[in-house]
Nanobody, 120 residues
């Protein structure tokens, strides 16, 4: 199994910045992709960004140009640098990792979520 630990959420004023981190551990042979999703009250969870091995980053239109996803493969860690934050970015942010385990089985894991609140 893969465990994910997220950190970096908090309260920030509109226009400010935050950096989220997600560390993966456990039975990981190789990571295929690391992603961030978010969910605000009364809304479905939505995709924010993905860093895919061999393909690089991709972003939802709503965050393109403001958010940057990056990976440190030596630490099995993914980051989400969030700049020019808006109140509508307020949500619980979740990390997701798709990986192959030691048996070369593909699996997905979710973190516990970290709250990001942007005040106007």
């Amino acid at each position: 199994q893969v465990q994910l630990v997220e950190s970096g959420g908090g309260l920030v004023q509109a226009g400010g910045s935050l950096r989220l981190s997600c560390v993966a551990s456990g039975d990981i042979f190789t990571i295929h992709a690391m992603s961030w999703y978010r969910q605000s009250p009364r809304k479905q969870r939505e995709w924010v960004a993905t860093f895919t091995t061999g393909a690089g980053p991709s972003y939802a239109d709503s965050v393109k140009g403001r958010f940057t996803i990056s990976r440190d493969n030596s630490k099995d860690t993914v980051y989400l640098q969030m700049n020019s934050l808006k109140p509508e970015d307020t949500a619980v942010y979740y990390c997701n990792v798709e990986s192959l385990d030691s048996r070369l089985s593909l699996s997905g894991a979710w973190g516990q979520g970290t709250q990001v609140t942007v005040s106007s």
